[in-house]
C-alpha cells in the first residue's frame, strides 16, 4: 500500500475518524526526508489496516504552519482523531515499527480520561 496526499481540505477528514493514521511531513528538497521515504513506504506495505498518508510542506504551507512543524521529516501519529505522537526526524524501521505497535497499544478511554483532566485542569488555572 502507498501514502496518500494531503492537502488542507482532506486533512481534517483523513485523520479524524476511528483507526490509526500516520502523517509524514516532508519537502522533496530535504535530504533526511529522502531518506526517510522507502522506510515508511515498506512501513504501509507491511501495515495494510493502517493510513500511511504525506503532507508535502512546501505545498501545504499553512497546514504545515497550523501544527508548528520547524523540522523535516517530522511524523506524527493520530489515533481515533486524537495526536498521539508527534515527533521530528527520520526513524529507522525498526523505530517505526516500534511508534506503530506503541499506538496500536493504547488504552484510548485512558487517554481520553488524561486529555479531559488536562483541559479541566488549564480551565481552573
Same mark, same amino acid.
Given at each position: 500500500m502507498s501514502s496518500i496526499e494531503l492537502t488542507l481540505d482532506s486533512f481534517p477528514h483523513a485523520v479524524s475518524g476511528e483507526g490509526?493514521?500516520?502523517?509524514?511531513?516532508?519537502?522533496?528538497?530535504?535530504?533526511?526526508?529522502r531518506a526517510f521515504a522507502p522506510v515508511y513506504e515498506?512501513?504501509?506495505?507491511?501495515? @495494510?489496516? &493502517?493510513v500511511f498518508a504525506k503532507v508535502d510542506t512546501d505545498?501545504?504551507? *499553512?497546514?504545515? $504552519?497550523?501544527?508548528?512543524?520547524?523540522?523535516? @521529516?517530522? &511524523?506524527?501519529?493520530?489515533?481515533?482523531?486524537?495526536?498521539?505522537?508527534? *515527533?521530528?526526524? $527520520?526513524?529507522?524501521?525498526?523505530?517505526?515499527?516500534?511508534?506503530?505497535?506503541?499506538?496500536?497499544?493504547l488504552d484510548m478511554e485512558e487517554v481520553r480520561r488524561r486529555i479531559a483532566e488536562q483541559q479541566a485542569d488549564g480551565a481552573s488555572a
Open positions: 490509526i493514521v500516520l502523517v509524514d511531513f516532508w519537502a522533496a528538497w530535504c535530504g533526511p526526508c515498506s512501513a504501509s506495505a507491511a501495515h @495494510p489496516d &493502517l505545498a501545504e504551507q *499553512q497546514l504545515a $504552519a497550523g501544527f508548528r512543524i520547524t523540522s523535516i @521529516p517530522t &511524523l506524527m501519529v493520530f489515533r481515533d482523531g486524537v495526536i498521539v505522537y508527534s *515527533q521530528p526526524g $527520520a526513524l529507522s524501521g525498526p523505530q517505526l515499527d516500534q511508534v506503530i505497535e506503541g499506538a496500536r497499544a
